[in-house]
């Protein structure tokens, strides 16, 4: 079983930057695929930017182009999603996921393992 953890979550202003965290425990974290996800009341589950195990290919939305990037430390077992110029659009819950699979997908079901989600709020 694989536990995440996030953190890096709050309240900024339109423009600044955050960068999340996400530590994974109970199993080799390089061999886990590792995404990034952000969902708002009422909407779908969306993919903001994914890493594949191997390879190390990665993926980032087109709403987040330019803006954000995903990296990952296996020696810390740590993935983080760094989002600059962030905009009011961007407020969301994030969450980090983790699939025993080759490469990324966009499917949330494609995902076994999830954390609990942290707020990022932007304010205009």
């Known amino acids: 079983q694989v536990q995440l953890v996030e953190s890096g979550g709050g309240l900024v202003q339109a423009g600044d930057s955050l960068r999340l965290a996400c530590t994974a425990s109970?199993?080799?974290?390089?061999?886990?695929?590792m995404a990034w996800f952000r969902q708002t009341p009422g909407k779908e589950r969306e993919i903001v930017a994914a890493?594949?195990?191997?390879?190390?290919?990665?993926y980032v939305a087109d709403s987040v182009e330019g803006r954000n990037t995903i990296s990952r430390d296996n020696a810390r077992n740590t993935v983080y999603l760094q989002m600059n110029s962030l905009k009011p659009e961007d407020t969301a819950v994030y969450y980090c996921?983790?699939?025993?699979?080759?490469?990324?997908?966009?499917?949330?079901?494609?995902?076994?393992?999830w954390g609990q989600g942290t707020q990022v709020t932007v304010s205009s």
């Open positions: 996921a983790a699939a025993n699979r080759n490469y990324y997908t966009g499917r949330p079901t494609d995902y076994s393992y």
């Open positions: 109970g199993r080799t974290f390089s061999s886990l695929t």
């Open positions: 890493m594949s195990r191997v390879g190390g290919g990665t």
